[in-house]
């Protein structure tokens, strides 16, 4: 995944590392889909304004493996685009396809910031 605001999840030990934050999120994405093009870009805005919450990103058709590790550890069913807001290893919050906005993400992160 090219983006300098999304981190790249590139095997088990990343997922892994992402699983023990206190909060991050993880960005599924399809390079051969419109929708993921435009959510992708709706991740990127959410990453440049909220730095503080890491931002990991699965392309979905070359790592499907991953994808599929992340789908099971995660107990959210796999859907690309999809987000799914992690907070000490557990999904707080997922969103896919049109309901991924920067907007959305930002309410998301927000609330679970505030319990």
């Not at 090219?2 to 997922?15: F, H, K, M, P, Q």
């Not at 994808?67 to 992690?86: F, K």
């Not at 992160?109 to 319990?115: I, P």
Request: glycine share 6%; aromatic share 4%; proline share 3%.
């Amino acid at each position: 995944m090219d983006s300098d605001e999304i981190r790249n999840v590139d095997g088990e030990a990343t997922l892994a590392e992402v699983l023990r934050l206190p909060m991050a999120l993880l960005y599924k994405h399809s390079s051969r889909c419109g929708t993921s093009l435009r959510a992708m870009l709706e991740v990127e805005c959410f990453a440049r304004a909220e730095a503080e919450i890491p931002v990991y990103g699965i392309d979905v058709i070359r790592q499907r493996r991953i994808s599929g590790e992340a789908a099971e550890r995660l107990g959210v069913r796999h859907q690309t685009p999809q987000v799914i807001l992690i907070r000490h290893g557990r999904p707080a919050w997922h969103a896919s396809h049109s309901y991924i906005t920067a907007k959305a993400l930002s309410a998301a992160t927000a609330e679970q910031v505030s319990d």
